[in-house]
């Protein structure tokens, strides 16, 4: 990225990310009105114009490698795998990660999680998040949100 001491007059107006942006939307609007009007004379049946999904009436189809929802993992006691370090929570650009540490009674000198909570309305992007676990407690897993 440029300094903005190095730029010059005509990139501080943004004026040609503004050009740039309007000749995106223009190419993609014609595309998609010629595409429509030559299917209706029954021509150009091979081409397919982009459609927008009417959410929540339609949903989009997602593959199934797709990750979008986190998973606390569990340990072989069935207590969450989490340590309270607090680095996802750190890591979280979007800080939407609250974790509550409370002393383990098993061992006072350890930290678990004695709530973990996860806004996903807020989440953007998620695998920040799960990237820096010590312990492989949050994981990304399959599904989509919000959850049934």
């Known amino acids: 990225m440029k300094r903005i001491e190095h730029m010059s007059l005509w990139e501080r107006a943004y004026l040609p990310e503004i050009v740039r942006g309007l000749s995106v939307t223009g190419y993609h609007f014609g595309r ?8 209706a004379f029954g021509l150009a049946k ?28 569990l340990g072989a006691d069935d207590t969450a795998n989490c340590t309270a370090c607090f680095l996802c929570a750190t ?15 098993r061992d006072p000198v350890e930290k678990y999680a004695v709530r973990y909570e996860i806004d996903h309305c807020a989440a953007s992007i998620a695998v920040f998040a799960s ?6 407690a949050i994981r990304m897993d399959t599904g989509t949100l919000p959850a049934i």
């Open 32 to 39: 998609n009105l010629s595409i429509h009007i030559l299917h």
């Open 131 to 136: 990237k820096p676990c010590p312990c492989d």
């Open 91 to 105: 890591a979280c650009p979007a800080e939407c990660i609250y974790i509550e540490a409370g002393e383990d009674p």
């Open 46 to 73: 091979s081409s397919q114009a982009d459609v927008t999904v009417q959410y929540p009436e339609e949903r989009a189809s997602y593959p199934d490698t797709f990750r979008g929802r986190h998973r606390l993992t």
